[in-house]
């Protein structure tokens, strides 16, 4: 077919079966003329590269937002990638009718993805914080999204051929080549630009603008000949709508995200901040007989109430410290209370806190608030804050801590389950010094008592022999740790430099001692290949 000609084309379907030789009847239609000039190849083909970008963002968007409010990655994920695949089938399919209008429906496709994909993380966020819904409109979203992301292929594979005429296999070589390229480019831009700089609302709403108007601008300028004047203008109007929702939301952005926030939370927030590793918030209140409270929350799990938290701190940290202590090693604690409880002692020459944050050590070190609760414990002299995995900082760190506290997280996060392994157990035994003792905040034995017992099982396997206790803090309820030591018949005990408001020696038997039905309840070892403690806290804390 010469450049400028039309043509009529005999297309014969596929077999089906629908006859005797399988073959449904020929149809005819008049093909679209070729597109004129010299750069609407390259200008395609840049916008193939630009949308999968775009795309590439979408998914990145739903996957990070799922990990920072459920905490379950690999759930999220999986979830988020799967569906999102699974409908770009269905749209490439759904979207084969459409190809003798080509055209105007990739105008109309990315107007949708502009528009849905932008307001994602948003309308997600409202489901989680108001409606309770997130698993079911991530699915809806997903759907959604990858069936218009599906649609755009058959699509622009039309439209490039009408650019120029090629063998099937080299145009979807070129189309698949700038589809790939442009997800790198989604790919890099959304941790080390989007995330960091715009943060998630905003970012999927400043992609959604470049969405739309990169398809747009495709259309207009190189096949605008398709379109009919109403056609263009009814485009125009669609696409303005379309900013002006996206750059509203944009504006407003921040009150929504406040709001969407303090609903999640039973007290008002004075201070929050989106790091790379987490979501921290800052929430206070007054009781009315002027009783403050100042609550800490990661990812929405409450870390500490100023109320109680004293009840924590002291069982957790005075046991340990019942023995020799002269170098103390503290695996998470960035809050700097257990810090406040182990300087009390004059004879602690030193202790290193490995926090993987460098946010919450900064917080605990600036907060008037914290800062009257820690004591200013950060200030210290003997005290060396180290900003790292703590996983990997021990596998380098030199033995012969007298005391290590292990104070992290719960373990309902992926990214948290390594810290709860028979790995990490090991290589916190081997920095401890003969005589040492080690102790690990887990959870609850009335709440979660297979997490607990797993914790149990799992710190068992690093060769120490352990003794589980728990103490009552109103705030979370039963509370548990595990101490560890190579004693072979460990016994609890103190040695305060004074009085503790929560326990004593006289209570410390009871401690040790649990309920019938809370009692060992058989759990296997968690490791790094086979995280048990991740399914078990799920099922118990999530």
Not at 463 to 490: E, K, M, N
Not at 516 to 524: A, I, K, L, S
Request: charged share 15%.
């Amino acid at each position: 077919m010469a450049p400028n000609e039309s043509s009529t084309e005999t297309v014969v379907s596929a077999p089906s079966g629908g006859g005797p030789a399988g073959l449904e009847p020929a149809e005819t239609k008049t093909a679209a003329a070729p597109v004129p000039g010299r750069f609407a190849r390259l200008a395609l083909l840049t916008t193939v590269f630009v949308c999968a970008a775009c795309g590439l963002v979408y998914e990145l968007s739903l996957v990070t937002l799922g990990s920072y409010l459920i905490g379950d990655t690999a759930t999220q994920a999986s979830i988020t990638l799967s569906v999102m695949v699974c409908a770009m089938g269905v749209g490439a399919l759904a979207a084969k009718p459409l190809r003798h209008l080509a055209s105007a429906a990739f105008v109309a496709v990315e107007l949708a993805l502009a528009l849905v994909g932008g307001l994602s993380v948003l309308g997600l966020y409202a489901a989680y914080a108001w409606l309770d819904l997130y698993t079911a409109a991530l699915v809806a979203a997903s759907c959604v999204i990858g069936a218009l992301v599906g649609a755009e292929i058959p699509l622009l594979m039309e439209m490039l051929q009408r650019i120029r005429k090629q063998e099937a296999g080299s145009a979807v070589a070129d189309l698949f080549a700038a589809d790939y390229v442009g997800a790198l480019l989604g790919g890099l831009a959304f941790p080390f630009l989007l995330l960091p700089v715009f943060g998630q609302i905003r970012g999927s709403l400043i992609v959604g603008v470049v969405n739309a108007v990169a398809g747009l601008v495709l259309v207009l300028v190189w096949f605008r000949a398709d379109l009919s004047h109403l056609v263009k203008v009814l485009f125009g109007a669609l696409t303005l709508l379309v900013a002006a929702v996206l750059v509203g939301s944009y504006v407003y952005a921040d009150r929504f995200e406040a709001t969407a926030q303090q609903a999640l939370f039973a007290y008002p927030i004075v201070w929050q901040r989106q790091t790379e590793y987490q979501k921290i918030v800052l929430t206070e209140s007054v009781s009315p007989f002027g009783t403050r409270d100042t609550r800490l929350f990661l990812n929405g799990d409450l870390q500490f109430s100023s109320v109680d938290e004293y009840r924590y701190h002291e069982a957790m940290v005075h046991p340990t410290l019942a023995g020799p202590r002269r170098d103390v090693l503290v695996i998470g604690g960035g809050d700097g209370l257990a810090l406040r409880e182990i300087l009390e002692y004059p004879d602690v020459g030193s202790v290193t806190l490995v926090e993987l944050d460098p946010a919450v050590t900064e917080l605990a070190r600036t907060d008037p608030r914290l800062t009257e609760l820690n004591r200013n414990s950060f200030a210290d002299p003997r005290v060396r804050v180290v900003t790292a995995d703590a996983f990997s900082w021990l596998r380098t760190a030199d033995a012969g801590y007298d005391a290590v506290i292990v104070d992290l997280p719960d373990p309902d996060q992926t990214s948290i389950a390594k810290l709860y392994s028979t790995e990490f157990y090991a290589m916190t035994a081997r920095v401890l010094a003969p005589g040492g003792t080690m102790v690990v905040q887990a959870g609850s034995p009335f709440f979660a008592p297979h997490s607990y017992w797993c914790i149990a099982a799992t710190v068992r396997t690093s060769g120490l022999s352990i003794l589980p206790y728990h103490v009552d803090v109103p705030s979370f309820g039963d509370w548990g740790f595990i101490q560890a030591t190579r004693d072979p018949d460990p016994r609890l005990a103190l040695d305060p430099p004074t009085p503790l408001r929560s326990i004593d020696e006289q209570s410390l038997p009871a401690a040790t001692v649990f309920a019938p039905d809370r009692r060992d309840t058989g759990e296997q070892p968690s490791t790094l290949m086979h995280p048990t403690i991740l399914d078990l806290a799920r099922k118990e804390w999530v």
